[in-house]
């Protein structure tokens, strides 16, 4: 079992930065892959943004260039930063947590409670 706890969300304009981080606890193999997801409403939800616990990433062409995910594996901690947030960046984020990355919102990923993410114009 694993529990995600995340922080940071929040009210920003646009053109502004916030990060998200997610801590970890429970089995560590199920926390080899990280990442987060966003849904906003009325819309599907959508992956963001990966890490391997070796480091490797994936992103959402949304959000490339823009958003750097990272990670702590001492801390079993998982970072979002988000610079030049648009109002379409508005959603709730969840952290996640896998066994691989390509697996990640499936069915034995575990999920965060969330955090709302506000971008106003």
């Known amino acids: 079992q694993v529990h995600l706890v995340e922080s940071g969300g929040g009210l920003v304009q646009a053109g502004g930065s916030l990060r998200l981080s997610c801590a970890a606890s429970?089995?560590?193999?199920?926390?080899?892959?990280m990442g987060w997801y966003r849904q906003a409403p009325g819309k599907q939800r959508e992956l963001v943004a990966t890490?391997?616990?070796?480091?490797?990433?994936n992103y959402a062409d949304s959000v490339k260039g823009r958003f750097t995910i990272s990670r702590d594996n001492v801390k079993n901690t998982v970072y979002l930063q988000m610079n030049s947030l648009k109002p379409e960046d508005t959603a709730v984020y969840y952290c996640?947590?896998?066994?691989?990355?390509?697996?990640?919102?499936?069915?034995?990923?575990?999920w965060g409670q969330g955090t709302q993410v506000t971008v106003s114009s």
């Open positions: 996640i947590a896998g066994w691989i990355p390509s697996t990640l919102g499936g069915p034995d990923t575990y």
């Open positions: 429970g089995s560590i193999f199920s926390t080899n892959a």
């Open positions: 890490i391997a616990r070796g480091g490797s990433t």
